[in-house]
């Protein structure tokens, strides 16, 4: 994100201050309904002007309540494992997953997305969410004794990695890219189609109807759909929308 709003200031120097907030989607969804959210022991009361997720649940939400009714779609993703260097363990995919000799890493079925509406679909697949979860939903918890549920986001898995903790976690294809351009020591497993949910992962993106900056917000917009906005997301490994996706369209 840095990169991409140092982009977008580059091309629009006239707006000035952007502030990015990066909890996950479900966070902030909750944050905008109740007028702010407190974290680390702190209050916060800023109302974005734009909001973004990998879930357009989330947008359909807002859509509800009268905060938002326009969206487009600025880029997809994919799942994969994250494991420790060299895979010791052998992970060869998601039934690996059901080995009681793995300590397992996933993101937590409450706040973060990429469980919720993703990954969760998926080991339920391959008959391996009540096994892993013990059906129970929580954050920074350990829902099974070889189990254990992020307690914010899933950049916690690479830490559990180096610190030995952790033998495999499912992330997005961009946390391997970026825990390795940061040095860590992990590999990645990619995933079928059919697991790694590429043809479905799709970002969404709109202004909220109670945004202040509306001008500001509309050239954020415009930025993403541009060749610059796309080519600074896919130097992350993000995968490019097409011209269809980057169409403004009522929420539906």
Request: with cysteine; charged share 25%.
């Amino acid at each position: 994100m840095e990169d991409v709003i140092h982009a977008f200031q580059k091309a629009h120097p006239e707006v000035g201050n952007v502030a990015v907030v990066t909890l996950p989607p479900g966070v902030i969804l909750n944050a905008i309904n109740k007028g702010g959210w407190s974290y680390e022991g702190k209050n916060y009361t800023m109302q974005p002007d734009i909001y973004a997720s990998v879930s357009l649940g989330h947008l359909k939400t807002l859509k509800s309540k009268g905060t938002m009714d326009k969206y487009l779609i600025y880029t997809h993703n994919a799942l994969e494992l994250m494991v420790a260097k060299g895979n010791p363990k052998k992970i060869k995919g998601i039934d690996d997953l059901g080995r009681d000799d793995l300590k397992i890493m996933l993101p937590n079925p409450i706040t973060e997305g990429i469980m919720k509406f993703y990954a969760k679909k998926v080991l339920q697949d391959h008959d391996l969410w009540d096994k892993l979860s013990g059906g129970k939903e929580c954050k920074s918890c350990d829902p099974t004794p070889n189990v254990h549920f992020t307690s914010v986001h899933h950049r916690e898995i690479p830490d559990g990695l180096k610190a030995g903790t952790v033998d495999v976690g499912i992330v997005w294809a961009t946390e391997t890219k970026n825990a390795l351009d940061e040095g860590h020591a992990i590999n990645t497993v990619t995933l079928p189609p059919e697991d790694s949910l590429v043809n479905e992962v799709s970002y969404a993106i709109g202004t909220l109807t109670t945004s202040k900056h509306k001008e500001a917000a509309s050239k954020y917009l415009e930025f993403l759909k541009s060749d610059k906005g796309q080519e600074t997301y896919a130097k992350f490994g993000f995968i490019k929308a097409t011209k269809a996706d980057l169409e403004s369209k009522p929420i539906p």
